[in-house]
């Protein structure tokens, strides 16, 4: 499985960015897939995930409210749509696949796209 992940940019606190993660090589739809984030100096830590149907959703707290992940299988792609963006929010993002059931832990997912930084100016 490969994936690419993309939108990350610069924007101002209170704005809006939506990055994207597309697939090629296996069947995107048959995969739980999920966003996870690390910051300099900090572990890669849980931001969202959705299930395989995309009938499940799952965020951390941090981000509930301001953040929406989807998925569109007939475009192999995924979404996160980020909203009232924090300093806090500033990380490189990944997205990630998991074969069998992803969790909110990193190494519960089995494919990483290379990363999309998100910088957020106060």
């Known amino acids: 499985v490969q994936l690419q992940a993309s939108g990350g940019g610069l924007v101002q606190a209170g704005g809006s960015l939506r990055l994207s993660c597309t697939t090629s090589?296996?069947?995107?739809?048959?995969?739980?897939m999920g966003w996870f984030r690390q910051a300099p100096g900090k572990v890669r830590e849980f931001v969202a995930l959705i299930n395989w149907r995309g009938t499940t959703t799952s965020y951390a707290d941090s981000v509930k409210g301001r953040f929406t992940i989807s998925r569109d299988n007939a475009k192999n792609t995924m979404y996160l749509e980020m909203n009232s963006l924090k300093p806090e929010d500033a990380a490189v993002y990944y997205c990630?696949?998991?074969?069998?059931?992803?969790?909110?832990?990193?190494?519960?997912?089995?494919?990483w796209g290379q990363g999309t930084q998100v910088t957020v100016s106060s």
């Open positions: 090589g296996q069947s995107f739809s048959l995969y739980d």
């Open positions: 990630a696949v998991a074969n069998g059931e992803l969790r909110s832990s990193p190494s519960s997912a089995d494919y």
